[in-house]
């Protein structure tokens, strides 16, 4: 097979869809692979990275033109109309956007939504998603820590002492427990809350405090088992309930990471804007889920889509694609 794999042009896509060990395995396996000129650069893959394992280098429609597509993100509609009828297309295209399914359909692509496949043990090698989202923890708390006016460990010096971060996150998927590990790393002091009660156990075998949400009825513990591994929403009784926790914590904290989303669906408020109005100046918070809910927000109302936007002194981050600030890896596990 023909296997074509170019340059990601959406803005702020960093990533590419073949690292040259991955091309080198798919030569091995007797395909062809043609790469667009430059299309890994920015995730430091020279062209000549990829000629050195027997890929050929070629323009936007020799890479399009192969009978297997190769992307990160869902194509454009210019990228699209390049793709042949009856051309495979692979990569994380938004199974939940019905305007471009029906495009793919219109162009006659097969196309195949990496972030469909089922988290199973058997399809753990092709999990984009917690990949990625493993990416996105860990650069959430780096972004963090670059943008917090102070230190993050605890530190005892000849001129006093410095007390540790406090670092509240809510939601414990993959990003979640990789924030945790993160911040636990840089000396850190953690609570972290999730609906599922699965989720304790591995908060507190990272090093975090669990902020628990009591279940008052069957149906909330039914609920917040999840789906898939997956959080489901939860009933609005316990909704408020953990908006007035959270509200607590976060007045404390001083580093806020939201990282909940629920495939399909606007991710929920949990940290509503009065929260952010009582918490300390120079705060932080990171909304992983920035861009997919109102108007570009997140789990936060006050985000606004790859923005830092300042509110009552606290800083909000609303990097949609913080894995592409780690191109390289995150293109290699891919």
Known sequence: MRIGVPLEIRPGETRVAATPETVKKLIGQGHTVVIQKDAGVRASQPDSAYEAVGASIGSAADAFGAEIVLKVRAPES???????????????LDPFDNDNIAAM???????????????????????????????????????????????????????????AARVLILGAGVAGLQAIATAKRLGAVIEASDVRPAAKEQIESLGAKFVDVPYETDE????????????RPMPEAWMKRQAALVAERAQQADIVIATALIPGRKPPVLLHTATVEQMKPGSIVIDLAAGRGDNGSGNCPLTEADKIVEKNGVKIIGYTNLASMVAADASALY
């Open 78 to 92: 210019a990228e699209l109309k390049q793709i042949k009828s009856g051309s495979v297309l692979i990569g994380m």
């Open 220 to 231: 909330e513990r039914e609920i917040a088992k999840g789906v898939g591994g997956y959080a």
């Open 105 to 163: 359909a219109a162009q006659g692509v097969t196309a195949f939504s990496l972030e469909a496949a089922p988290r199973t043990t058997r399809a753990q090698s092709m999990d984009v998603l917690s990949s990625q989202a493993n990416i996105a923890g860990y650069k959430a708390v780096m972004v963090a820590a670059n943008e917090y006016q102070r230190f993050m460990p605890m530190l005892m010096t000849a001129a006093g002492t410095v007390k």
